[in-house]
């Protein structure tokens, strides 16, 4: 493909600016690496509600002891 050769073509009807602006705009969307998804850290506020520093134990009784002080 030369430089001057386009990437794509219109080959039936005829599009305004907004809708090919809408088209290039989608191929160069599609057309990047997806990017990995960052972690999201929990908010101060999801924290606030979570026990500190002990992770609750699994098994009989667990539930109970989740909610008595520590």
């Not at 493909?1 to 001057?4: G, K, T, W, Y």
């Not at 386009?6 to 290039?24: N, S, Y």
């Not at 134990?57 to 009989?60: D, E, F, H, I």
């Given at each position: 493909?030369?430089?001057?050769e386009?990437?794509?073509?219109?080959?039936?009807?005829?599009?305004?600016?907004?809708?090919?602006?809408?088209?290039?705009g989608a191929?160069?969307?599609r057309?990047r690496?997806?990017?990995a998804p960052?972690?999201?850290a929990a908010?101060?506020?999801?924290?606030?509600?979570?026990?500190?520093?002990?992770?609750l134990?699994?098994?009989?009784g667990?539930?109970?002891?989740?909610?008595l002080p520590?």
């Open positions: 493909m030369s430089a001057e386009p990437l794509f073509r219109v080959v039936r009807g005829v599009p305004t600016a907004e809708e090919l602006a809408a088209l290039v191929i160069v969307v057309s690496p997806a990017a960052s972690p999201v908010s101060a506020w999801a924290r606030s509600g979570r026990p500190a520093g002990t992770a134990a699994a098994g009989p667990g539930w109970r002891s989740a909610g520590r």
